[in-house]
């Protein structure tokens, strides 16, 4: 059972990214998605989930900017991000039931 979480950068305030997440050895279409981030000094935090069925939700900080979404036929979701801030710079990591991708670092800086 795998995770890698991909897609990470260095990016300009205002700029966008697309963050991938590839499951292996799991039923992926039965589960929930997840993507959270950690900042220096700070916790982790959720910043979007999906469910199986397809639902959403979104932290406050990225409504209107992120967008997850998935594609069972790839057994990877996805983390849209637009209108990035410096305030997003962080390591992002993906996450279905108990399982945690690695991270990938996102840096929004000019």
């Known amino acids: 059972v795998q995770l890698q979480a991909s897609g990470g950068g260095l990016v300009q305030p205002g700029g966008s990214l697309r963050l991938s997440c590839a499951a292996s050895g799991i039923n992926f279409r039965l589960y929930g998605v997840r993507w959270y981030r950690q900042s220096p000094g700070k916790q982790r935090e959720l910043v979007a989930g999906?469910?199986?069925?397809?639902?959403?939700n979104y932290d406050d900080s990225v409504k209107g900017r992120f967008i997850i979404s998935r594609d069972n036929s790839r057994n990877t979701a996805y983390l849209q991000m637009n209108s990035l801030k410096p305030e997003d710079t962080a390591v992002y990591y993906c996450?279905?039931?108990?399982?945690w991708g690695q991270g990938t670092l996102v840096t929004v800086s000019s």
């Open positions: 999906m469910s199986s069925g397809g639902n959403t």
């Open positions: 996450n279905m039931g108990t399982m």
